[in-house]
């Protein structure tokens, strides 16, 4: 039902030398290489463009979590990589994650109709599921359904946003609320609720005032808003498990101030240097 089968002959045939690269590709499709990517995609190029993206995510990240809590299959008992996932295997996270942002990059950006991003993209997300196969955690119908929903998902959000990220937030808050209700129904790990849910919240906020947000002055400045925001990224992160530990709903207004934070870093720098970054008039 979920191709057991060629999983495992999957798992027996990649080289066991290679698993740090696996990991490493794996990785590309987690929450940390998503955010730090769609962070310096929002503070260097497009704004409104790449905020969508990430309306995108957020809102996905509920509807994963619906379908893994609904399904409640169970991940592989095989543990190639010691690593810590929720329990459910079906659909892969990983897989609508790989899907929904860099297929989600190529079509918001107009670029679907160029073959070689078009490809490189594709190579990606396949690379990107096919690693959670062979690092154990997960089986080949996991990926393959992550992969259609992600693709169905995007489909379904470009009509509803029509480019506009409030409405992407706006949805995101809309099912982040019902997944945390679910996720603490089941007894479930909240944390994945508790992203979607606070990382809505606050990208809703800071897509109300999008339109505020001042543009680049300079390269200098991008790399300064870049390095800021990078350590502000860290510092605001590293309080994840601690609030978690504290009460769940602190984890809601962690991720909430994290995403509004990235959001208004633009308007924020432009307030502490005015004019420090400007491009210098001849």
């Not at 946003?161 to 479930?188: K, Q, W």
């Amino acid at each position: 039902m979920r191709l057991e089968e060629q999983s495992r002959w999957l798992w027996e045939q990649y080289p066991e030398q290679y698993l740090e690269f696996a990991l490493f590709v794996t990785d590309l499709g987690g929450v940390t290489a998503v955010m730090v990517l769609l962070a310096v995609l929002y503070w260097t190029l497009d704004r409104e463009q790449s905020a969508l993206v990430v309306s995108y995510i957020v809102a996905g990240g509920a509807v994963v979590l619906l379908l893994k809590l609904g399904f409640a299959l169970p991940r592989p008992e095989v543990e190639l990589v010691a690593r810590e996932y929720d329990q459910y295997g079906f659909p892969s996270g990983h897989a609508f994650t790989a899907t929904v942002v860099y297929g989600g990059l190529v079509q918001v950006f107009d670029r679907y109709r160029n073959p070689v991003t078009t490809a490189a993209a594709v190579v990606l997300i396949v690379a990107i599921a096919l690693s959670r196969v062979v690092i154990g955690v997960h089986y080949l119908a996991d990926v393959i359904a992550g992969v259609a929903i992600g693709v169905g998902f995007l489909l379904v959000m470009n009509r509803v946003t029509e480019g506009d990220p409030v409405r992407g937030f706006s949805v995101g808050v809309v099912l982040g609320i019902p997944a945390v209700v679910a996720a603490a129904f089941a007894g479930a790990e909240l944390s994945l609720a508790v992203v979607s849910l606070g990382s809505a919240l606050g990208g809703l906020a800071g897509a109300s005032a999008l339109d505020s947000m001042p543009s680049l002055r300079s390269r200098r400045e991008g790399v300064a808003l870049v390095a800021v925001g990078l350590v502000y990224l860290v510092a605001v992160s590293s309080l994840e498990e601690t609030l978690l530990g504290i009460h769940p709903g602190l984890g809601v207004v962690l991720f909430a101030v994290l995403v509004a934070g990235i959001m208004v870093a633009p308007w924020a720098l432009g307030q502490a240097v005015p004019d420090r970054f400007a491009v210098p008039s001849s």
